[in-house]
């Protein structure tokens, strides 16, 4: 194809010959920079044997060149008005599908048993709608999908809270649940002037690559996970205080001690100075 899609005058182009407006509240800011997506591509390692699932296409910015460097693209778009036009920015490709729906309800594992050859390689990339960025991100985490990776811009803030490490300002029980399942990179920034129309925040882009094995063992990962977001509860408090008001009515202050004791960790340190192993350790010794 000549021209991409994702410049200025392109972008422009399409909207005025179908007369598409953006609706803010499906995170619609298409991306104008052919440079920020091919550093997108680099980052996820998009190659000719690999399958990838993209959320969100619009008007094909991503997926064109997704197509270009990929075996097979499947695209889950929920704003039925697109359809027209990406019948038209993407008529030259004969490997993408573009499934209209809901990605939070559409049965995902059914569209790749569909479109990908069994044991082919499959990653998620996508310029995300910000207004869904964390469910959509829990929902694949917890999904049992087989991903090998996935590749999202998201809101810079929500970036730097999912590849966050202990004792830093962003890290909380968010960076737990997303590094339980991942190892996560917070790997470069996009500026506001990179989209149409503007969004109101920073962007950045996370690549998240699936671990085989959760890196600590937890005995029981629900448990885990609430004794994780209690700790993080009032962070200001001392991990003590919050973990005193989670077990109320269950277990008194001096058992909560013991439990600390036993798990070798001090009740007055704050929940963003522990590890996900301490946490882990924490956790098992209340099963
Ligand atoms: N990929 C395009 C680009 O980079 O220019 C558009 C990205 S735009 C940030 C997000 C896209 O996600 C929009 O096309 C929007 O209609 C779509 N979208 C919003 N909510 C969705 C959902 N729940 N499921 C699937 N697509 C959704």
Redesign the pocket.
Known sequence: KEKA??TPSQ?KAYLNKFGFSF?KS???????DVNI?NNILNVAGVTKDVGVI??????????EQLAQAADHVV?????QR?EPILAETLADYDNISIVF??????DVQAVINQHFKPSQPIKLV???????TTP?IMQLLMSRLPLESITV?IQKEVAERMAAEPNSKSYGSLSIAVQYYTEAIHTFNVPKTA??PQ?NVESAVLHLTFRKEPPVHVEDEPFFFSLVRASFAQRRKTLRNNLVSFFKGKYDKEMVEEKLKQAEISGDRRAETLSIGEFANLANTFC
């Open positions: 899609i994702a972008t609706k499906l995170g619609q800011n298409f991306i104008i997506l993209e959320i969100g296409p619009g008007m094909g910015a991503l997926t695209a889950f778009e929920i704003d697109l729906e809901d990605v939070l309800k559409a996508a310029n995300l709608p910000y207004y869904v959509i811009m989209f149409m969004p």
